[in-house]
């Protein structure tokens, strides 16, 4: 599955991960496999590292919310409804296994057979190279990590915004440097600094350069926010 690697941005090692996360239990009927071969295992998992990672992340971005108002984010990010578009943004069903019955009924697309395959593929991505790939493919396409209403950071190009930050400064454009590499070619993960007007002003990490870049420019301008407003604190 070449074109679904490369559009997640992960290369599995163990391929057969892949092939069992986008199995749907109809195809035992003609293979003679057993349910065990199929995604339930991997979604079963998957759920538990997607809700792993959400918690986490609500943690981290919303310090002061309470515990209602962060069951209510969890559960706008990972609801069915969430999950089954996101995956048909993906185009996630046209790589499924799925009985011809299945597929003439619209398998490919109902909503509940998507929602398991994300999962899933969640799954398979932790058993095949950990929680760091898996958590940054939740962070790329299903993360939402702000309050409603708000723009959703995955649909920013903090690229575009640090770089409109600077031009208002009149400083220099920012520039970006890659500090590491690690992971084997099909699995790599990079670490990129942000540098502004010669200073480090964030860093970053993805599963391309692309993706790092990005990660770093957002933390610039967080470092960038938090600086302004430490500036006018201390002028009151």
Same mark, same amino acid.
């Given at each position: *599955?070449?074109?679904? #690697?490369?559009?997640?941005?992960?290369? %599995?090692?163990? &391929?057969?991960?892949?092939? #069992?996360?986008?199995?749907?239990?109809?195809?035992?009927?003609? /293979?003679?496999?057993?349910?065990?071969? /199929?995604?339930?295992?991997?979604?079963?998992?998957?759920?538990?590292?997607?809700?792993?990672?959400?918690?986490?992340?609500?943690? !981290?971005? %919303?310090? !002061?919310?309470? @515990?209602?108002?962060?069951?209510?984010?969890?559960?706008?990010?990972?609801?069915?409804?969430?999950?089954?578009?996101?995956? &048909?943004? *993906?185009?996630?069903?046209?790589?499924?296994?799925?009985?011809?019955? @299945? @597929?003439?009924?619209?398998? +490919?697309?109902?909503?509940?057979?998507?929602?398991?395959?994300?999962?899933?593929?969640?799954?398979?991505?932790?058993?095949?190279?950990?929680?760091?790939?898996? +958590?940054? %493919?939740?962070?790329? %396409?299903?993360?939402? !990590?702000?309050?409603?209403?708000? @723009?959703? #950071?995955?649909?920013?190009?903090?690229?575009?915004?640090?770089?409109? +930050?600077?031009?208002?400064?009149?400083?220099?454009?920012?520039?970006? &440097?890659?500090?590491?590499?690690?992971?084997?070619?099909?699995? !790599?993960?990079?670490s990129v600094e942000v540098i502004v007007d010669g200073k480090v002003y964030g860093s970053g990490e993805g599963l391309s350069k692309k993706q790092a870049e990005q990660n770093a420019a957002r933390q610039a301008l967080q470092m960038m926010a938090q600086s302004t407003q430490d500036a006018v604190q201390k002028e009151e």
């Amino acid at each position: *599955m070449p074109l679904l #690697e490369q559009q997640i941005g992960y290369r %599995f090692k163990d &391929r057969k991960l892949l092939d #069992e996360a986008l199995k749907h239990r109809s195809v035992i009927v003609t /293979t003679g496999e057993s349910r065990e071969d /199929t995604n339930e295992r991997l979604e079963f998992l998957g759920d538990a590292v997607l809700d792993l990672v959400v918690r986490e992340s609500l943690l !981290k971005h %919303f310090p !002061k919310a309470r @515990e209602g108002q962060l069951t209510r984010y969890k559960s706008s990010q990972v609801s069915g409804r969430q999950l089954s578009r996101l995956a &048909r943004e *993906m185009n996630l069903g046209q790589f499924l296994q799925i009985s011809s019955g @299945e @597929e003439r009924s619209g398998g +490919r697309s109902r909503s509940s057979i998507l929602e398991d395959a994300l999962e899933a593929l969640i799954g398979a991505i932790y058993l095949d190279g950990g929680l760091n790939p898996a +958590r940054l %493919f939740i962070e790329e %396409f299903i993360s939402r !990590k702000v309050h409603p209403g708000h @723009e959703p #950071e995955r649909d920013k190009n903090h690229k575009s915004l640090l770089l409109e +930050r600077v031009q208002s400064r009149g400083v220099s454009h920012p520039t970006y &440097r890659v500090v590491r590499e690690e992971g084997p070619d099909h699995a !790599k993960t990079f670490s990129v600094e942000v540098i502004v007007d010669g200073k480090v002003y964030g860093s970053g990490e993805g599963l391309s350069k692309k993706q790092a870049e990005q990660n770093a420019a957002r933390q610039a301008l967080q470092m960038m926010a938090q600086s302004t407003q430490d500036a006018v604190q201390k002028e009151e």
